[in-house]
């Protein structure tokens, strides 16, 4: 049986009590890079469960707000302070920019006039990344007790991942309109599959999501 994705992480964040603090899900293994003095998967771990603890007390008797737009903007104002906590205590650059697109909260780790975002926190294939933005939904479903879908990019990682999978459905898009014939796609995320999906249905075609993680990819269709 196929299901069609239709959100970017696929509904993968867990439930947590308000008020509750959430499990730190592990982050990736992050290989040495020679010459760069910054912390291992381990020092990764204890600053962002430092950090959460303390957005956490903060915000421990939230006002929810009593719109969607307003909630989102404090998803991104829990989000951004959990964020930078995390930085301070991992002694890493980097700025957070805040914004809200479509019906989620999206912020973004970025170059600031200090330094550079350490490409450490993507990891390979975008994992660390991954594991920081449950980490920050986790915070910010703790802090206003409601479930989080923002989206997290450090260095405009998905912004250039969007750009690539965007170039990659549109020519698979392009066969399968001249051929007729439906076109499996390569395994991707959660994220890209979701990108995919938005393409093939603005070119009025259908798409399915098959298989099981890590191998779960698009499968293209003609209308």
């Known amino acids: ?19 509750s603090a959430p499990n730190v899900p592990d982050v990736p293994d992050v290989p040495d890079v020679p010459g760069q003095d910054v912390p291992g998967q381990d020092d990764l771990k204890g ?16 006002t929810k707000p009593t719109t969607p737009t307003s909630l989102l903007e404090r998803e991104g104002e829990v989000a951004a ?22 019906d989620r909260a999206a912020v973004a780790i970025v170059d600031s006039e200090e330094g ?32 989080s879908r923002l989206m997290l990019d450090v260095a405009g990682y998905r912004a250039e991942r969007r750009a690539a999978v965007v170039t990659i459905a549109q020519a698979a898009i392009a066969i399968v309109k001249s051929t007729g014939d439906k076109v499996a796609m390569d395994p991707m995320t959660a994220f890209e599959r979701k990108v995919v999906h938005d393409q ?24």
Request: proline residues 4%; hydrophobic residues 40%; negative net charge.
């Open 200 to 223: 093939v249905l603005a070119a009025g075609l259908v798409s399915e999501s098959e298989g099981v993680e890590p191998q779960r990819h698009v499968v293209i269709l003609p209308a």
């Open 47 to 62: 600053a962002a469960a430092e950090a959460r603890d303390d957005v956490g007390s903060a915000s421990a008797a939230p």
């Open 81 to 102: 302070d959990f964020l930078e906590q995390l930085l301070d205590i991992a002694d890493m650059d980097g700025d957070i920019d805040v914004d809200v697109d479509g």
């Open 116 to 147: 550079r975002v350490s490409r450490r926190l993507v990891g390979s294939d975008g994992k660390v990344l991954e594991a920081l933005q449950e980490l920050t939904r986790l915070a910010v479903q703790s802090a206003t007790g409601e479930r």
């Open 1 to 19: 049986m196929t299901e069609q994705d239709t959100s970017p992480d696929e509904r993968s964040t867990s439930s947590v009590t308000e008020g």
